[in-house]
């Protein structure tokens, strides 16, 4: 009983927010708003027993990606932005595709997953984790390691300010 | 015995009892209790920054050969309270070109998430109020959202000075932030456990019957994890000699330039809640935690070294200059991180051998 | 609490990732409603896992993948942002169009 309430008021803020993301003619507050969004997606994952997932997300995606996309509206703004508009003309055929889609997944969600009703136990999941990455799942698990390197690579790469660039 | 852990849990079951014999419904009394233990953790982290704070003022005015507040009490023990009743009295200006709401709510990302914190501190036997499975990713993951409470300083003032200590302070604090959980890695690897209080617990053994078993004895993974720790954390407080966000020579005061009153004082209480933090996870992870010899009490000794700690923190502001920020992003890479890198590969080799 | 709610909570933010990434001018916004579709595709890993399969961590196992590839394609993307604005000075989608013919 709790726990939907629970459930049904961290998906109320979730959505709140993800509509504040995508609609929010400040760009700032959109990034602002999407923190909040994850952080309510680790919420939820706690909520559904999932500890370290819900803190890695917060360590990764607020601590890390979000604060990196801050920075970046903070480098990339113009005193122009605030006053034009921040949707593409196509937006009303956007809505109506997104609303479609919206309502055909949550249609056949509950066509085939509506009955399964199982109690998500609470246990600790880090160390399963941990075992399951370094032995059945150990090549993807290198495999993202060497992503990671050329993310890292190809980010420096593009970043970086070439001198002869700046010249005439 | 002088534990307050036991002492306090046998109070809490009794009055629980107590209440429950007298009509209160169990789940009442239990809601009860947790609020009780809740709101006296916040109590304590309200407390602890105007402590640190004063001590910050006497050991700078100490180090400097001066006599620091002398004024209100007894050797100006209550000047923080004056300045704190000053702040809560001033004028709350926000600025004509401020984005409002972000600025409003600035102090209060960035200081919240300091009172979460506190939550799987191990303060003694029996003193853990939470004790979570993944208590340090916890700590790292929900102190990082005081970054973002210190970019929205930085946005929402409307000031360029304010603006570039927001961005001096995300790249710096993303930077550090890294070598900070990489230096960790080598105990969870060691102890095998997530929980800041298993590894506490974990380092109270005894080699040769004497010597203690804390981690920075372990000659070198533990000295140099300390190391980098301790660095990683300065710079996560914004301290100098790592303080370029708020730098007062070049940006004024950097993020908090246009916050006045209760909301500056919510940044100054985080700040300091931060370097607690950091001093009782360097005690609990490196220095044995509540270890006192058998003599003194656990909380008592976790307390101790954790003022330590502190101690260390106010003696790395007041000796050391400031660095430049080119100097600082490549002292965090190409040094603390391959280091940190290292360290994580030499405590794999040890395990190995060990086993 | 059915599996069902979790599934429905996903999909609707997956939809408003689709509208965000439709319809956002500046590529800031594009990328943001990306990650808000990578959330919603966790949720429902994470759901599925915990509601079908309790017992083992396969479903949370994609998860660590899926947030370390969101982390590598933010980093690159938003570096990509960088280059693109330091070349002509603004981020909207309709200004990129020095390759027309």
Redo the contacts between chains.
């Keep these: 009983m709790i726990e939907s309430l629970v459930f049904y008021f961290l998906a109320f803020l979730v959505i709140g927010f993800a509509v504040v993301v995508v609609t929010s003619r400040?760009i700032?507050?959109s990034a602002?708003a999407l923190?909040a969004a994850l952080?309510v997606v680790a919420g939820i994952f706690a909520l559904l027993g999932a500890?370290?997932l819900a803190?890695?997300q917060?360590?990764v995606y607020?601590?890390?990606i979000?604060?990196?996309m801050?920075?970046v509206v903070?480098?990339s703004q113009q005193p122009t932005d605030a006053i034009r508009s921040q949707s593409n003309p196509q937006w009303p055929f956007a809505l109506l595709f997104a609303i479609a889609i919206a309502a055909e997944l949550v249609q056949k969600y509950r066509t085939f997953f509506g009955a399964v009703e199982a109690r998500p136990g609470i246990l600790?999941t880090?160390a399963p984790i941990g075992r399951l990455l370094l032995t059945e799942m150990v090549i993807p698990f290198e495999a993202v390691s060497l992503v990671l390197l050329a993310a890292l690579v190809g980010a420096v790469v593009f970043a970086q300010d070439r001198q002869e660039s700046r010249l005439p | 015995m002088l534990e307050l852990g036991p002492f306090l849990s046998s109070m809490i079951q009794g009055g629980r009892s107590w209440a429950v014999s007298h009509g209160v419904p169990p789940i009442g009394a239990q809601i009860a209790i947790m609020s009780m233990e809740v709101g006296i953790t916040i109590l304590l982290v309200s407390l602890v920054p105007m402590v640190l704070v004063y001590a910050e003022r006497k050991v700078s005015a100490f180090m400097q050969a001066r006599l620091g507040p002398m004024e209100v009490g007894p050797f100006g023990i209550l000047q923080t309270l004056a300045d704190g009743i000053k702040l809560m009295f001033k004028e709350d200006v926000i600025p004509e070109g401020a984005?409002r709401w972000?600025h409003i709510f600035a102090p209060i990302i960035a200081c919240g998430p300091a009172f979460v914190c506190f939550a799987p501190l191990p303060f003694g036997k029996g003193l853990t109020l939470v004790d979570?499975?993944?208590s340090i990713?916890?700590i790292?993951?929900?102190s990082?959202?005081s970054?973002?409470g210190i970019?929205?300083g930085?946005?929402g003032s409307g000031n360029k000075f304010s603006?570039l200590g927001?961005?001096r302070a995300?790249?710096q604090?993303?930077s550090y932030?890294i070598p900070r959980?990489l230096s960790v890695v080598p105990l969870l690897m060691f102890y095998g456990t997530?929980s800041l209080k298993g590894i506490a617990l974990a380092q109270q053994a005894r080699i040769w019957g004497f010597f203690p078993k804390w981690f920075i004895f372990y000659f070198p993974i533990g000295p140099i994890a300390f190391i980098i720790f301790l660095i990683c954390s300065v710079a996560e407080t914004n301290r100098t000699p790592f303080d370029i966000a708020e730098a007062e020579s070049e940006l004024v005061a950097g993020f908090h330039t246009e916050f006045s009153g209760l909301k500056f004082a919510l940044f100054f209480l985080a700040e300091y809640a931060y370097v607690f933090l950091a001093s009782a996870m360097a005690a609990a992870l490196f220095l044995g935690g509540g270890d006192g010899f058998g003599i003194i009490p656990t909380w008592i000794s976790f307390l101790m070294k954790t003022f330590a700690m502190s101690f260390t923190f106010l003696w790395f502001r007041w000796t050391f200059p400031r660095m430049r920020v080119d100097q600082l992003m490549s002292f965090c890479w190409k040094f603390l991180l391959p280091l940190a890198l290292i360290n994580i590969l030499l405590t794999g080799a040890w395990i190995l051998f060990r086993s | 609490m059915r599996l069902y709610h979790f599934l429905a909570l996903s999909g609707i933010l997956f939809s408003i990732g689709i509208y965000g990434v439709l319809s956002r001018r500046n590529i800031l916004g594009i990328l943001m409603s990306i990650e808000l579709m990578f959330n919603a595709a966790n949720i429902n890993l994470v759901a599925f896992n915990q509601f079908l399969y309790p017992g083992n961590v396969w479903g949370q196992g994609f998860v660590v993948f899926v947030i370390t590839l969101a982390a590598a394609e933010a980093v690159v993307g938003l570096s990509l942002v960088l280059a693109i604005y330091r070349n002509i000075k603004s981020v909207y989608t309709e200004n990129m169009n020095i390759l027309h013919g």
Excluded: C, K, R
């Design positions: 400040n700032f507050h602002l923190t952080s500890d370290f803190a890695s917060v360590l607020v601590g890390g979000m604060i990196i801050l920075f903070m480098l600790p880090s | 984005d972000v979570l499975d993944t990713l916890f790292f993951a929900v990082g959202l970054t973002i970019m929205m930085g946005w603006m927001g961005i995300a790249a604090l993303v932030e959980v997530q």
